[in-house]
Nanobody, 124 residues
């Protein structure tokens, strides 16, 4: 099993920054890659970013490329999502997820384990 614990999100003004973290524990082979997804009210869950634990290779959705950065700290088994230049349309519940697949899948169905989700609200 894999357990994922996310940090609290928060309320930030447009143009501001926020960093989320996700601490992972459990079977390492079950979490070859980590991803961040988000879900706004009335919308489907969408891919935000992903990272491969071993290589650090990263993947981003076009909507966040250049503004968000995903990174990992292997020693702490923690993945981060640094969000800069936030926009009101970034408002959503953010989830971290783990997959045993050794690539950065953009499909939420490829992820077996999920964090509890954390609210990020960007005011205009």
């Amino acid at each position: 099993q894999v357990q994922l614990v996310e940090s609290e999100g928060g309320l930030v003004q447009a143009g501001g920054s926020l960093r989320l973290s996700c601490a992972a524990s459990g079977r390492t082979f079950s979490r070859s890659a980590m991803g961040w997804f988000r879900q706004a009210p009335g919308k489907q869950r969408e891919f935000v970013a992903a990272i491969i634990w071993s290589s650090g290779t990263t993947y981003y959705a076009e909507s966040v490329k250049g503004r968000f950065t995903i990174s990992r700290d292997n020693a702490k088994n923690t993945v981060y999502l640094q969000m800069n230049s936030l926009k009101p349309e970034d408002t959503a519940v953010y989830y971290c997820a783990a997959t045993p697949r050794p690539y950065g899948s953009r499909s939420y169905s490829d992820y077996n384990y999920w964090g509890q989700g954390t609210q990020v609200t960007v005011s205009s």
